[in-house]
């Protein structure tokens, strides 16, 4: 069954921590993505990477950067965490079909 | 004005209703057509997948896209409960070689028994 792993389901910072997300697909896809999620704003995308070392930013880069050092591994840097970062972060990579998502990360700065 | 747009709901259907989700798009270069549900808690999980006009039929769900009025629907016949979740639609671009989706800010469904 292929896979896309968050590492943490729940995560609480402090406001001003340099917070990482991390993400690990096992389907040796090339593109991936990190998008957030709230209440009535649905999905809008960060960053997302189609190559190794490779970025691009998408709606809503401000106050956030990612690293791909691995193809397997995608991971969101949030440089100090404010408390209007608080939300849903969802991992994702893609194949021809669509993507496929990780279980999420619901990060609570405070 | 947003590429794509989904009514957000709520909608409240009792079991065995017919359900119908819809939305709009404005970028005529829109070839690829997703339905994806979301559980709570939970993250979105491809439901429905294609790419010309007309109906697709999986068990009891429908997907049909119209292009020439950028309209698609997704149709759930006998509904259940375990078909409480957000909807979302997404689209993907002609000739994306990246990937990128653009998606709807999803419909939140509730079946009750």
């Known amino acids: 069954d292929v896979k896309v792993t968050q590492s943490s389901r729940y995560l609480v910072k402090r406001t001003g921590e340099k917070v990482f997300l991390e993400c690990v697909q096992d389907m040796d896809h090339e593109n991936m993505f990190w998008y957030r999620q709230d209440p009535g704003l649905g999905l809008r995308l960060i960053y997302f990477?189609?190559?190794?070392?490779?970025?691009e930013k998408g709606d809503i880069p401000e106050g956030y950067s990612v690293s791909r050092e691995k193809k397997e591994r995608f991971s969101l840097i949030l440089e100090s965490a404010s408390t209007n970062q608080t939300s849903m972060y969802l991992c994702?990579?893609?194949?021809?079909?669509?993507?496929?998502f990780g279980s999420g990360t619901r990060l609570t700065v405070v | 004005q947003k590429e794509v747009e989904q009514d957000p709901g709520p909608l409240s259907v009792p079991e065995g209703a017919i359900v119908s989700l819809n939305c709009t798009y404005s970028?005529?270069?829109?070839?690829?057509f997703m339905w994806y549900r979301q559980y709570s808690r939970k993250g979105p999980e491809l439901l429905m997948y294609t790419y010309s006009s007309g109906n697709k039929e999986d068990g009891r769900f429908t997907a049909q896209v119209d292009k020439s009025s950028k309209y698609i629907s997704l149709f759930i016949r006998d509904s259940q409960p375990s078909d409480s979740a957000t909807y979302l639609c997404?689209?993907?671009?002609?000739?994306?070689?990246?990937?990128?989706?653009?998606f709807g800010r999803g419909t939140q469904l509730t079946v009750w028994p």
């Open positions: 990477s189609y190559d190794v070392k490779m970025k």
């Open positions: 970028n005529s270069a829109f070839q690829y």
């Open positions: 994702a990579s893609s194949s021809f079909y669509g993507y496929t």
């Open positions: 997404a689209m993907e671009e002609r000739g994306s070689t990246l990937g990128r989706l653009y």
